[in-house]
Structures are given as C-alpha cells and as structure tokens.
Nanobody, 118 residues
Framework: QVQLVESGGGLVQPGGSLRLSCATS????????MGWYRQAPWKQRELVAT???????NYADSVKGRFTISRDNIKKTAYLQMNSLKPEDTAVYYC????????????WGQGTQVTVSS
C-alpha cells in the first residue's frame, strides 16, 4: 500500500519559515520524482517545486529564491523549506510522487494546511 504523509504545516507570520515533510512508504522512493503542489481557496492546484530522482530541481516563479525542495533517499522523505513566507503562499500543500515507466505511476498525499497571516 502506497502512502505519502505530509507534515509541518501550520500558521506562520509573514516573513516566517516552515519546513514541510513528505514521508513515503510502499514505493521505491529513489526512482520517483517528487513534487510539491498547492491549492488555495477558489483556485486550481498549482505546481510549487519538483525534484527528480537524480536531484534536479524546478520551481514556480512565485517561489524561486524563497523555497527549497530536497529529498532524503535513505529516509524516503521529501522536504520543502519555505522561507520569507507571504500571505499569498497560504494554501493546502500536497506531496506528489511520479514515475513514468511503461505507464504512469502517480501518488498524492492528503495535504497539509499552510496559513501565512499576522
């Protein structure tokens, strides 16, 4: 059974930091690209950042220079370090695992709420 479990969300003041974690089980973690997506109220889910199995990263323009995605293949966990948070970063953040090998293997976590407010 595949599980992706996010943690680390919460309420933070503007300018603050949070670190999200995505602990996985049931997948060969090292073979998957990992990603973080977010969905704000009344908006579509959007890409925040991705990291390939080889460690290459990609970021949405809105978070470049503020957020850092990383992975620990031993712990089978992906992370999103979020600094200089803004109110517009408020959203539910979802972890994603993706492998394309003959067919598409894709899994999602349940999401964790991040609220940036004073």
């Amino acid at each position: 059974q595949v599980q992706l479990v996010e943690s680390g969300g919460g309420l933070v003041q503007p300018g603050g930091s949070l670190r999200l974690s995505c602990a996985t089980s049931g997948i060969i973690f090292g073979g998957y690209a990992m990603g973080w997506y977010r969905q704000a109220p009344w908006k579509q889910r959007e890409l925040v950042a991705t990291i390939t199995s080889g460690g290459s990263t990609n970021y949405a323009d809105s978070v470049k220079g503020r957020f850092t995605i990383s992975r620990d293949n031993i712990k089978k966990t992906a992370y999103l370090q979020m600094n200089s948070l803004k109110p517009e970063d408020t959203a539910v953040y979802y972890c994603n695992a993706l492998l394309i090998a003959g067919r598409r293997y894709e899994y999602w976590g349940q999401g964790t709420q991040v609220t940036v407010s004073s």
